[in-house]
């Protein structure tokens, strides 16, 4: 497999961490989103990707794009260890949490939308985050034990631990989400959140590397 990806993506963080939990190994390609206007809209990145974002996977002959479609394929061709409980109501709210972060937050203060938002995009990202946070830590009281659903790691878990990584770049005040907090914290204390971490990227800048 290769993985295209850029360091600081959140959306390739997910993918990252998916590979690293299913112990895949594969072959990364950095995509700089910043340098050179952008390398996503180059005319080779283009034919990987239509929509020129980040991740991409090329994997058993097909390229896949869009994280949660490539976790979902992982899932299905790797099904060890599980990313989706067996149980139907829990697999429903961790698809949930997934798409509320996936959907719901993050799509809202990436590059793109932050680039048009001029002075304002700090104030913008700190609001877009902050609203969904408060429903997710809402949401969480009800799913969570250890993780984001139950005790197991899940394609809900992959969501949150970037986006609070985004939150605390954008200086949200995290004070008032105890629960999405407590989860991160255990997360980032597996080894394949480590290894998947921006700071240990191959394309991370050598002041931001860990």
């Known amino acids: 497999p290769i993985l295209y990806s850029y360091f600081r993506s959140s959306c390739s963080w997910r993918v990252r961490i998916a590979l690293a939990l299913k112990g895949i190994s594969y072959d990364l390609v950095p995509v ?48 060890n260890p599980r990313l989706l409980p067996q149980d139907p109501k829990k697999r429903a709210q961790v698809r949930m949490i997934a798409d509320h972060i996936a959907s719901g937050i993050q799509p809202l203060q990436n590059l793109s939308v932050l680039k048009q938002m001029g002075d304002k995009k700090m104030e913008w990202a700190q609001n877009c985050i902050t609203s969904g946070f408060q429903a997710l830590e809402q949401i969480l009281q009800n799913t969570a034990g250890r ?4 005790d197991e790691v899940s394609m809900a878990d992959l969501c949150l631990v970037p986006q609070v ?13 105890p629960t999405i907090t407590r989860i991160n914290k255990a997360l980032l204390e597996l080894e394949a959140f480590k290894i998947s971490h921006p700071s240990r990227q191959p394309d991370t800048p050598a002041e931001l590397r860990a």
Not at 35 to 41: L, V
Not at 147 to 150: E, H, P
Not at 169 to 176: A, L, Q, W
Request: proline share 6%; hydrophobic share 40%.
């Open 165 to 177: 990584a985004n939150a605390e770049r954008f200086k949200v005040d995290m004070g008032p989400y």
């Open 147 to 150: 993780y984001c659903v139950g």
């Open 32 to 79: 700089n989103l910043i340098k050179d206007g952008g390398q996503q809209f180059s005319a080779e990145f283009k034919a990987l990707n239509p929509m020129q974002q980040v991740p991409a996977l090329k994997i058993d002959g097909i390229i896949l794009s869009q994280s949660l479609a490539i976790i979902n394929y992982l899932e299905e061709t790797h099904p």
